[in-house]
Structure formats: C-alpha cells, structure tokens
C-alpha cells in the first residue's frame, strides 16, 4: 500500500509538472520544490519517475498495439512528454523530446541554488564558522566547474550563467573580505593553527587574539623605539581574509581583491596618520606660510615620518604578505595602494620644504629632516622591494637629495646675507658687529651637524645610497671646509668695508681688532678649528697682530714722537722746548683719554695686551721727559707737572672701557 501511495504521490507531482512546467528551468524548479517539501520526492526519484514517463511515452508513438490499443484510434490526444531528466537522456527521442539537461547543467543549478542562499544572508556569512566553510567549498566547486566549461567550449549559454554566478559570489566575497579587514571583532573564531599561526604565544600581540579590541589604532602616543610592528589583524582573521583573497584570485577576481583591501586599510593608515597631527597641505600653502608656523609644522612631520615609514607602513607590507601569501602580484599592488596617499602627502610636504626660502634661519630645521630621511632610506628597501612601490621609494629618495639641496642653497643665502649687509651704521665705540656674531654663532651652531653637512657638500648621497661619508678630522680641504673657509673669506671682506665708516682710523683698527679676535675664539673653542684648520688660524692671527700696530702707531705714534727729547749729553734740548712738549704731550693725551675710554674691547684678555703696549711704548719716553725736567737747572722749582708717571699709567688702564660703562 506505502509503495501504491508512493507511486501516486509521484505520479501526481509529474502531472503537475507536465501542466505548469513550460520550460526546463520552470520544471527543474517545480520539482526543487517538491524535493524540499516531501522527503519521498527526492530529486533522484522525481528525475527517475520522468525517465519513465518519457520512456513510455516514447514507446507509445513508436507501435500500434499495447497500451496504444486502449485507447483505440477515438482516444483523447495523449499531451507532449515532459523534458526527459538527466539519467534518461539516452532514451529520450531526439526528434520528439526537449534537449537532455546534462551532468554539467545539474551542477550548475545546484550551485546556484547553494551560493544563492549565501549571498542572500544578511549577516556575515564568516559569523558562522561552518556557513563559511560551506561556502568556499561551493565556490571552490563553482570556479571549477567554469575552468571546465571553459576549456569545453561546447556550451556558451551555460558558462555565460556560470560566470554570472560567479560574479555574484564574488561581490558578496569581496563585501565578506572587507568586512573582516574593517570589522574582524564580527567574524566566528577560528581554532588555532591555521593560515599565520604557528604554535607560538602570538595571540599576546593582538590583545588576546581577538583583534583590534575597542581602540583599533596603537599609536596614539609618542614613540621613541620604532623597532616594532602594528599587528591590526589576529592570525585567525589573517586566516579568513587569505583564505577569501585565495578564492578571489583563483576565480580571476585579484586585481578587485587588491582594491577591496586598500580601501579597508587606508582608513586605518589615513587615520593613523591624522593622529599624529599631520594635515594636507599644498606646496602653495606651505610656502605662504610663516617660518614660526613652518618650523611647529617640521617637528611634527619628524616624528610622523619616522612613525609612518618606521612602523605603519612595514607593518602594512607585513599583513600585506601574510594576506596575500602566495598571491603575487597582488599583494604588492594592494599594498601601494593603500600606503601610497598618506606617504605621498608626507613626501611632498618635505618638497615643499626644499623648495621653499632658504633664510639661513631655516638651516638646521631642514638639516633636522634630511637626517630623518637618509636615516631610513636603507630600511625601505625590503619594504618597496617590488616593482610596484619601488618608485614610492625613489621618491623618498629624491625628497632627501631635494633637502640636501636645499641645505647647499642655504649656505650660498648665507654668503649672499654677509654681502648684503649694509655698511651704513657703525658697531658703537668699535665693538663686535652684529653680523660678526650671527655669522660665527650661526657656524659654530651649524657645525653641530658636521657629519650631516659633510655629507651634502660632498654630494656622495647618492653615491654611497644613503650611507654617511666618513669625516676626516684632519682634513681642513672638505668641501664643507672650503665652503666655510670662503664664507670667513666674504665676512672678512664685508667688515674690511665696515672699518672704512669711521673716521678715526685708529677707531677702524680696533674695530677690526675687536671682530678678528672674536672670530678667533669662535673658531678654537668649536670643530671650526678643525675644518679651517691650523693655517688658517694663524693668518686670522696675524691679522689681529697688524690692526694692534695700525692701532698704536695711528694713536700713539705722534705722542711718542712729541716725547722724544734726543740723545742725552750734547746736543740735548733747552728746557722750554722740553715743557713745550710736555704740554703736546697733555694735549694729546686729554684728547685720547677722553675719547678712547669710550670705546670698546670686547676681549678681556686682548684689552690687557693693547694696554700693555701702549704703557711700554709710552711711560718709557714720558718718563725720560720728565726726569731731564726735573734735572735742568732752567726749569728749577717752578716745575709743574700736571700728570705724573703714575696718573698716566692709570689712565692707560681705564681705556677702552666703553663695554663696561
């Protein structure tokens, strides 16, 4: 009776299927739906009890006794068969039967039905771990199934609906895959050892392997060891992600796959970015911006630098590779992608820098950032190793050779600044010119990064590829030697002019005294001693000697000459042309005195020496004066003397006292 009741049921669904299914996919869903409904209507039986109505069918038209003799010639019409099932295919008349839905089409319809129900879910389908094992292997099965029908080439309408599928599950692949870069806390967990893991205590780095946690960006504050790595993504969502990319690059889908994870990274690196206080700017508003704005903006960019191409982007390569394991060259291209905006607003900003003014006031905020970019551009290499993001790395190359540049330029303002420094307004009692102390300091400062500046004049950057030039501390014939030499060269020069503004020619030589001694002490008490070397030192000196004759012969040399009585003896002078010397003698030294204990040397050490030249060239004469007036019988006890040897003496020590004043 079940068996009857069986054959009924089946017989009933082939009559509904007769009646409604008009076309093969219109009857290969009915029966679905029956499958679905009712156990005992397997699509095995259902494709079994079609073969045998299509079978008897057949048989039927073919003879004229049997069942055709039932119904005699006056019976009704028998109605058209239904399309024969795949397992009767062979027994389907070709003349009087619908084409045989083949191996090849059932497998198709099954995967569409599969994914369909996949692609419909609004959840993650990596939510449950078995949803989305069920369906990488439906995919697996699917782009099987094409790479078949492909190389078949033999049903052009069913790879069309093939391909179809496909890009629908690839569609929802991609949406899966950038939601578990963007959101890895949503996926199910997935058991240790699988793609990334290695047995290790790994899970530590990722908070408990569970992925970002609440705060998905670890590195919101100031980093000092750059020596580590951002893991974003836990081995297991590492795992997921690879295993999808995998699909998607088998199914032809790589370059979408490279697009889908830059996107969901460069929020992650953008944001970092931002974090670290870096804003867009173009090179029209870097260089309208103000020095004092420019130089908070270039210590920022330091450190940024340093974060983004020390940390963020290597630890970008490295989820990149891990992602992408075995899927070149789409690792490299999603990996440029996704870095390449952010490093690029880094690097322009550092061209901007190089193309802006070169005040000499900008020298050692440039040299600050050239050191940061020679400093790494040997750790880019593994980085940018591919072809792809090789020229990202030139062009952080080009930014340093850019900045070197620019250190060049600011050297030759600073010859240009010396030169243009007007000779209108003299250094008050002969003092250190203002220019004097900018230019020394400046250099003195500047040699602080000696090793840096060698480097640059030398040019040998790109030579080298990055690697420091040694420094020769013997070696007064460096490129960053003779340029300094020239600039001493150009300020000597410009305060040789300087001299010419007073005067008193005396006045002139002990300005030049007081700069020479002062670029002197500059030069020993820093490594400027060094790169001018020896040689150049004792000429400077030579010079400070000179101007302290010119000084003395242009002050003191007529109060000398006033002085001088002759020879003793014979032939000496009478005493009233001895007392009208002494009162020059008064004269002059009234006017010296009143005048030149207003001037200035700077040097306690230098205003000893000038004093005790003046007191041997003087007293001495004076002296001799005084005692042949004392001696003469014509001057007697009447003799006045206004200024002893000791008053003079005193007055010589108070000169050029203006600085203390």
Request: proline share 6%.
């Amino acid at each position: 009776m079940a068996e009857d009741g069986e054959e009924k049921l089946l017989a009933t669904v082939q009559h509904i299927v007769q009646t409604l299914g008009s076309s093969d996919t219109m009857t290969e869903d009915i029966l679905k739906v029956f499958s679905n409904y009712d156990g005992r209507l397997s699509l095995d039986k259902l494709y079994a009890a079609r073969a045998a109505a299509a079978a008897a069918a057949s048989g039927g038209g073919g003879g004229g006794g049997g069942a055709g003799g039932i119904g005699g010639e006056h019976s009704m019409p028998a109605s058209p068969p239904l399309p024969p099932p795949p397992a009767a295919a062979a027994a389907v008349s070709a003349a009087g039967a619908r084409p045989p839905v083949t191996s090849m089409e059932r497998t198709v319809r099954t995967l569409d039905r599969q994914i369909s129900q996949f692609v419909a879910m609004d959840r993650l389908i990596w939510a449950d771990s078995a949803d989305a094992d069920a369906f990488l292997e439906a995919v697996d099965d699917l782009i099987g199934t094409v790479q078949e029908l492909d190389a078949a080439g033999t049903n052009r309408a069913l790879l069309d609906r093939a391909d179809e599928l496909l890009s629908r599950c690839m569609a929802r692949l991609e949406d899966e895959f950038r939601a578990l870069i963007e959101r890895p806390d949503d996926a199910a967990p997935v058991v240790p050892g699988g793609f990334g893991s290695d047995g290790s205590d790994e899970e530590d780095d990722f908070g408990g392997g569970d992925g970002y946690g609440d705060e998905p960006i670890p590195i919101a504050k100031p980093v000092t060891d750059y020596d580590v790595v951002i893991d974003a993504l836990s081995p297991g969502s590492i795992a997921n992600v690879h295993q999808i990319a995998k699909r998607m690059v088998d199914a032809g889908f790589g370059r979408e796959c490279a697009e889908a994870y830059a996107e969901a990274r460069r929020s992650f690196v953008d944001e970092s970015v931002a974090r670290l206080g870096i804003r867009p700017r173009t090179a029209e508003e870097v260089h309208a911006s103000p020095w004092e704005e420019l130089e908070f903006d270039i210590a920022r960019w330091i450190p940024a630098f340093n974060m983004v191409f020390r940390i963020l982007i290597p630890s970008e390569r490295r989820l990149c590779d891990r992602v992408f394991d075995g899927l070149a060259p789409f690792g490299d291209l999603a990996f440029i992608a996704a870095v390449r905006t952010q490093a690029l607003q880094l690097i322009s900003f550092g061209d901007a820098i190089s193309s802006s003014s070169r005040a000499p006031e900008r020298l050692f905020r440039v040299v600050d950032m050239y050191e940061a970019v020679r400093d790494i551009l040997p750790d880019l290499d593994p980085v940018f190793s591919d072809p792809y993001s090789a020229t990202l790395r030139a062009e952080v190359s080009t930014m340093c050779n850019t900045l070197g540049s620019s250190i060049k330029g600011i050297f030759m303002e600073l010859e240009n600044l010396i030169r243009r420094d007007p000779a209108r307004v003299a250094a008050p009692g002969g003092g250190i010119h203002p220019i004097t102390r900018y230019v020394m300091n400046y250099l003195r400062a500047a040699c602080g990064s000696r090793q840096t500046l060698e480097e640059v004049m030398e040019g040998d950057l790109g030579v080298n590829g990055g690697a420091p030039v040694a420094v020769d501390p013997d070696r007064p014939t460096s490129s960053l030697a003779v340029h300094i030499a020239w600039i001493m060269d150009v300020l000597h020069k410009n305060l040789d002019t300087k001299s010419k503004i007073y005067r008193d020619p005396s006045l002139a030589s002990i300005f030049l005294l007081n700069n020479g001694k002062y670029i002197i002490q500059k030069v020993n008490d820093s490594e400027l001693g060094v790169l001018l070397g020896d040689e150049w030192i004792k000429q400077m000196t030579t010079r400070v000697r000179r101007w302290s004759v010119d000084y003395q012969r242009t002050t003191w040399g007529k109060v000398t000459t006033v002085l001088q009585t002759g020879s003793p003896g014979i032939g000496g002078l009478p005493a009233k042309a001895m007392l009208q010397k002494l009162r020059m003698f008064n004269t002059y030294f009234e006017e010296i005195f009143a005048t030149q204990s207003e001037w200035v040397i700077a040097d306690e050490q230098l205003r000893v020496d000038i004093r005790a030249a003046v007191e041997d060239s003087v007293m001495p004469v004076y002296a001799s004066l005084i005692a042949k007036l004392k001696s003469s019988p014509e001057t007697g006890r009447d003799l006045y003397i206004k200024y002893t040897p000791e008053d003079v003496v005193a007055r010589i020590h108070h000169l050029f006292e203006g600085a203390a004043k």
